[in-house]
């Protein structure tokens, strides 16, 4: 039986300790929301997906009459974790780099009476790491201006604190950036407690983008 590690030590059937939200290696039912540009994009669980285990998450742009800045989008609907620090990682690639505009990384809290969005947006083939701050615009990350290579897994990770609806961290490919402080983007009104976690591939000109995706988790952070 293999055991899945977050803040805790889970067994394999996925009966998680409360601290953990989600633990997806992506060998089971794929049953992520999903949106996208046309009608024929791709969210699903595929074997060439696969970091480790059998399958990964596969997010592919539509393939009918495809176009610049065409999207996909899979996007998952939690609760709140009792602590309010939280953390969404995963293991990111890029099948051919070239293909993909942009890659976006998004925590949206529904808390109290307003919806809170912390993003990363990664464009590879410049490349620019940034994120979205209070004010919705984007900003440089300069420390992660790092380029990807064609079939190079990679680490994306970011922590927020919902209470107080600040950045507390983000890690990309090795590299961790220290944002404590830093607001979130307060993008609407809410009557929920919820958190939407969002992955979104767009496409660099007038062919298919993909992105494959494995490992993802969310759950507590714990502060040292």
Same mark, same amino acid.
């Given at each position: 039986m293999r055991d899945h590690q977050g803040m805790f030590n889970v067994a394999s059937d996925l009966n998680f300790a409360r601290g953990i939200l989600l633990l997806d290696d992506c060998d089971g039912t794929c049953n992520y929301e999903k949106s996208g540009t046309g009608a024929d994009y791709v969210?699903?669980?595929?074997s060439a997906a696969a970091f480790i285990g059998t399958n990964g998450l596969r997010l592919q742009t539509r393939s009918t009459d495809p176009a610049q800045y065409d999207i996909v989008s899979a996007y998952k609907k939690i609760g709140l974790p009792?602590?309010?620090?939280?953390?969404?990682?995963?293991m990111c690639m890029f099948p051919d780099v070239s293909l993909v505009q942009q890659l976006?990384?998004?925590?949206?809290?529904?808390?109290?009476?307003?919806?809170?969005?912390?993003?990363l947006r990664f464009t590879p083939n410049t490349p620019v790491m940034q994120y979205v701050n209070a004010a919705a615009a984007a900003t440089a990350i300069t420390e992660m201006a790092l380029k990807v290579k064609d079939n190079q897994w990679f680490d994306m990770e970011l922590? !927020?604190?919902? @209470?107080? $609806?600040?950045?507390?961290? #983000?890690? &990309?490919?090795g590299v961790e950036k220290d944002?404590?402080?830093?607001?979130?983007?307060?993008?609407?009104?809410?009557?929920?407690?919820?958190?939407?976690?969002?992955?979104? !591939?767009?496409? @660099?000109? $007038?062919?298919?983008?993909? #992105?494959? &995706?494995?490992?993802?988790?969310?759950?507590?952070?714990?502060?040292?």
């Amino acid at each position: 039986m293999r055991d899945h590690q977050g803040m805790f030590n889970v067994a394999s059937d996925l009966n998680f300790a409360r601290g953990i939200l989600l633990l997806d290696d992506c060998d089971g039912t794929c049953n992520y929301e999903k949106s996208g540009t046309g009608a024929d994009y791709v969210v699903d669980y595929n074997s060439a997906a696969a970091f480790i285990g059998t399958n990964g998450l596969r997010l592919q742009t539509r393939s009918t009459d495809p176009a610049q800045y065409d999207i996909v989008s899979a996007y998952k609907k939690i609760g709140l974790p009792q602590s309010k620090y939280l953390k969404f990682r995963t293991m990111c690639m890029f099948p051919d780099v070239s293909l993909v505009q942009q890659l976006a990384v998004r925590i949206y809290t529904d808390y109290l009476t307003d919806v809170w969005l912390g993003e990363l947006r990664f464009t590879p083939n410049t490349p620019v790491m940034q994120y979205v701050n209070a004010a919705a615009a984007a900003t440089a990350i300069t420390e992660m201006a790092l380029k990807v290579k064609d079939n190079q897994w990679f680490d994306m990770e970011l922590a !927020i604190d919902i @209470a107080a $609806a600040e950045y507390l961290s #983000a890690r &990309f490919n090795g590299v961790e950036k220290d944002m404590s402080g830093l607001g979130l983007y307060d993008s609407d009104d809410t009557t929920y407690s919820t958190i939407q976690l969002t992955l979104e !591939i767009g496409s @660099a000109g $007038a062919a298919q983008a993909t #992105a494959y &995706f494995d490992q993802l988790y969310c759950g507590e952070y714990a502060r040292i």
